[in-house]
Every structure is written in C-alpha cells, then in structure tokens.
C-alpha cells in the first residue's frame, strides 16, 4: 500500500500496529495512533508547529537528569499523573488517599531514629510531625517504613541546592514502633514554584497559568502486605489549595498546622522557641490474599 492521504494514512498504521504479537503492546499501540492522530486531525498544524512540537519534546528530554525528571514534570501538570493515580487506586478501602509521587522523591532515603530532627540545621520554623501507620480495618502496622520529604522555608528541595547543602536533607526513613506510631522534628514546608526554566515552563506561561504548589510533606509508606502508600500532607489555609499546577490537593489531605509557644513538646523535648506542629493518621490497604 501507497500514496497515503489524510482520510487513508491512520486506517494504514492502524493495520500495521495490529500485528503485534502482544495483546497489551497492541492494545497501546492502536490507541495511541487513534487519538494522536485525531489531534492532528483537529488542529490541523502547520509544518512549523510540528517541528515546534518535535523540539518541545527533544528538550524536555534534555532537561532531565539525576536530579530532575522534565518528563514528570510534564505529566504532572498535564493532569496525566493525577489520572493515573485515580485509576490505579479506584477502590481505596478505607485506606488514605492517595496523590502524585512528584520528581523530587530519592530512592533508599537514610534511616532516622524516631524523634530524630531530619532537617539537618536548615532555617525554619520548627515543626514536630507524628502519625500512626495503620491497615485500613485499625490493626497498628509495627516496622513500618515512612519516608518523608519536603522543601525547606523558601520553597527548595535538597536536590535543587546540592552544591550549597553539600547533601540531602530534609527527608528521612523512619520505621513506625510496635504500635505503629512514628514522630519526628524538621522545618515547616513553604509553597513553591515547580521548576520552571525549561519547557514546562515555557508551555505554562503560554496557558497563563502559575507554576505553584501549595505547602505540603510528602510520605511514602511501605509495610508487608499492603499496597505502598504515596501521598502528601498539605497545610491549611495555603493560597495554591485551590490552584495546585499538578492537581494533587484532595480535602482529606489537608490538616492544620497549628503553632505552639516555647515549652514541653508532645515528645517532651524543651522548646525555648514557638514550634508548629502536624499530625496524621494514615490508613494502608491490604493486598489481596
């Protein structure tokens, strides 16, 4: 088969994709080919929009590296990761909601002792966070693991300012005590600008819209026979609530973080300074038998 036209070319690939061996391969295939070229169809672009596109792409590609993904990025504000996340965690159960993992998460973060301060000596405003890790029918899940990260007081994450901290901070492994309780000391988080100097940016400003996210923590939660948890916990009040450029804000996600003056902490620690502070229960489904 030759000489292809706009109303003959998609039915051609269609064919063509058809042939995998693969039935997931192929299903992918014959729906990305659908609908991409339905876009084309409906826009109809000029050939300089397409070499347009085509670099758009090219440099988001060359944006990432070890410490920053332009890819997720671009999913993320597209409502892509969001969508996913939805659809993949349909039937909650009981457990917590859910939210995106987000391009800042570290694999194998260091373990830190409960109580432990994961801030590493950043300036802020203090914050004591404790929660209980638990199934969703109650049942306490001793050991465990709850990973946390967060930006610091102006919005950055350790990776964005490696060569000034000189490491990571501001995040931490902690394993929850046999009643599934964890605690800890950091910094209060502040809302934030995702990155955008490259192409999401580029592609953000040309939809008018803001680049923020509204203040939050992050945790991931692993405990043996349970669907690891990613989510966050976001602060009420933040002006992004509403606006969030990743639409990962869910109502059962935000909490109060109320401050304290100096005195006895919840861990009995003295504070001589007045201190914030965030509670969370969190709730894990359990895998099927």
């Known amino acids: 088969m030759r000489n292809f036209d706009e109303n003959s070319i998609t039915q051609a690939v269609l064919d063509r994709v058809a042939q995998a061996s693969d039935p997931r391969t192929r299903q992918i295939g014959l729906a990305l080919v659908r609908h991409l070229h339905a876009l084309v169809k409906e826009v109809e672009p000029s ?10 792409l090219t440099r988001t590609g060359q944006m990432c590296d070890d410490t920053r993904q332009e890819f997720i990025l671009l999913s993320d504000t597209l409502g892509v990761s969001m969508l996913v996340d939805a659809i993949n965690h349909r039937d909650a159960d009981g457990a917590t909601d859910t939210t995106v993992l987000g391009p800042f998460y570290v694999q194998d973060p260091a373990v830190f002792p409960l109580g432990s301060n994961i801030s590493d000596g950043i300036k802020g405003e203090p914050l004591f966070v404790s929660g209980t890790v638990a199934s969703a029918d109650g049942t ?5 693991a709850v990973d946390v990260w967060h930006s610091d007081a102006d919005g950055y994450y350790d990776v964005q300012q490696m060569d000034e901290l000189g490491g990571l901070a501001m995040r ?18 502040a809302a934030y600008p995702i990155p955008h100097d490259g192409p999401v940016g580029e592609m953000l400003a040309a939809q ?16 043996d026979g349970h669907d690891t948890l990613v989510t966050h916990v976001f602060v009420a009040g933040d002006r992004y609530l509403d606006s969030d450029v990743v639409f990962g804000v869910k109502d059962s996600l935000i909490r109060e973080f109320p401050s304290h003056p100096p005195g006895k ?11 914030d502070s965030l509670h969370y229960d969190f709730r894990l489904k359990r895998k099927p038998a």
Do not use: K, N, S
């Open 47 to 56: 050939m300089a929009e397409w070499e347009a596109a085509i670099g758009f």
């Open 140 to 144: 306490p899940l001793a050991g465990a």
């Open 172 to 189: 931490a492994r902690l394993l929850a005590d046999a009643q599934g309780r964890f605690h800890f000391w950091t910094i209060r988080p």
């Open 208 to 223: 008018a819209r803001h680049p923020y996210r509204p203040a939050h923590v992050h945790f991931m939660i692993h405990a």
């Open 265 to 275: 902490a919840p861990d009995g620690r003295a504070m001589d300074r007045p201190y």
